[in-house]
């Protein structure tokens, strides 16, 4: 297991990804516990790329939960199709938000988020099992890179379902 993350913070967002992706599969491959990973991949995302918040929220009851994440506290509970998570899980897609303030029924757990992605992890029939949410504090933060490379760090998890 990797105990230590390893990123050069003068290369580029593409750059960074292609370093943090191996050392996130190190890092959780011999680890077979979704909590401990879900852990370990949100705090591998917020340091090494240097987000803002980084979580997930998981399928529980017709809702979704707070799982882990790495910063300031978070809303616990979001409904199917609502804020920019729910959407997401609803339409079954990853969604892109270059400013929280344009999208409809944004949910602001934090006034400081500006920008968000979320991507969906879905369970062996298809379905969403979590969404994988990720914020930012400046506009514009998030673009096609982040979804290619975010959907390759879910799909570790997918693997696992």
Known sequence: MAEELSIDPSLSKKAKY?????QIEAL???EKDLVANLAN???????GMDFFWVG???VKE???VLGPFQGPVACTRISFGQ???GTAWKNQETIVVKDVEQFPGHIACSSDSKSEIVVPIFD????????LDVDSSELNTFDETDAQF???????????L
């Open 41 to 47: 991949i949100a705090a591998a995302l917020r340091f």
């Open 83 to 85: 804020g920019v998570c």
């Open 124 to 131: 062996p029939s298809g379905g969403v099992a979590m969404v």
């Open 56 to 58: 997930w929220y998981l």
């Open 150 to 160: 975010l959907k390759d760090i879910v799909s570790l998890i997918e693997k696992n």
């Open 18 to 22: 292609q370093s943090l992706v191996p």
């Open 28 to 30: 959780i491959g011999d």
């Open 62 to 64: 017709g809702e979704l």
